[in-house]
């Protein structure tokens, strides 16, 4: 089993507490699988297709165009869980952030025949499958959100080391996704999970965490959510508008995922994003508990293990 996790206060705060810090990695893990298992019913509908076969979309049903069970996931939580894995092979193996255990990880997880997987991330383990090389080439058409929907768990690996953050960020996206906003998005989704968690005033953490999605906007101009355009495909440019809209403006998660993926189109997605920061804002306490018992038992299972290996991972000296 994972060791238990050990303080580690130049690293992490001990202020903000390890119960409220598990607490709300968990929430941040489980609050994507649930985003995604509610937004797959409705991925690629419209809004007013939506609100004409569903009203509000607001209960995991399952269904959609991949005819899900009700509580499965797709490739947004599982590609996290094949990442994680990767990430905790290589510390145990003593090849910590190993780019080719996350390629081959990649590649492991396609080969089992995922229920979907994105026309950006085959193409990437296809080209390392046949030449073996971590990096796609820069690609105008790889702005898509594949790279930025899987990242949670490097998040939590390397909390209290934003060098870490951006380095292994940036590896893990370019074995598919090798384009500028996909980077930007990528890094800053985890520098505002790694505030969310780790504010030593957890009070002020999400003011924190506006202003940094303040300096994404900044830095990159394309992503301003305010006023929000209403698009919410699977263009990175679209996806954080609508995340970042919905997560702000709600005063809970469930409103918050329900808003977004209510947007349809890439709803799974935009979905698990928002999710996970909802949950990470939130806790795993707050996550509405008739989400929760459909959730597929085995994925319940497998993030809330992955969320405490991965939490040891970071704190350990
Ligand atoms: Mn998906
Ligand atoms: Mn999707």
Known sequence: MHEVLAPSPERVPVAMGRVRLFDHALGAYLGLALGDA????????????????????????????????????????????????????????????????????????????????????????????????????????????????????????????????????????HITHNHPLSDAATVAFGQMLHVLLTHPEPQHALPACQAMAQDLVAACPQFSYEPYPGRATAYVVDTVQTVLHHFFAATDFESAVVGAVNQGDDADTTGALVGMLAGARFGAQALPKRWLNKLDRSVRLAVTEQTSALLALALAP
Not at 42 to 63: C, L, Y
Not at 82 to 92: H, K, N, P, V
């Open 38 to 173: 509610l937004g797959a019913t409705v991925e690629f509908m419209t809004a007013r297709e939506i609100a004409h076969h569903h009203g509000v979309h607001r209960d995991i049903t399952g269904g959609g165009w991949l005819r899900l069970k009700a509580g499965q996931v797709t490739d947004d939580t599982t590609m996290c869980l094949a990442l994680g894995g990767a990430l905790l092979r290589g510390a145990r193996e003593g090849r910590p952030f190993d780019a080719g255990l996350m390629a081959e990880a990649f590649a492991t997880w396609w080969r089992a025949k995922p229920v979907d997987c994105g026309n950006t991330c085959r193409r990437g383990i296809v080209r390392y499958l046949s030449d073996g090389s971590l990096l796609a080439p820069p690609n105008e058409g790889d702005g898509g959100n594949g790279a930025l929907m899987r990242n949670l768990p490097v998040a939590l690996a390397t909390l209290g080391r934003p060098q870490a953050l951006r380095s292994v960020s940036i590896a893990q996206a």
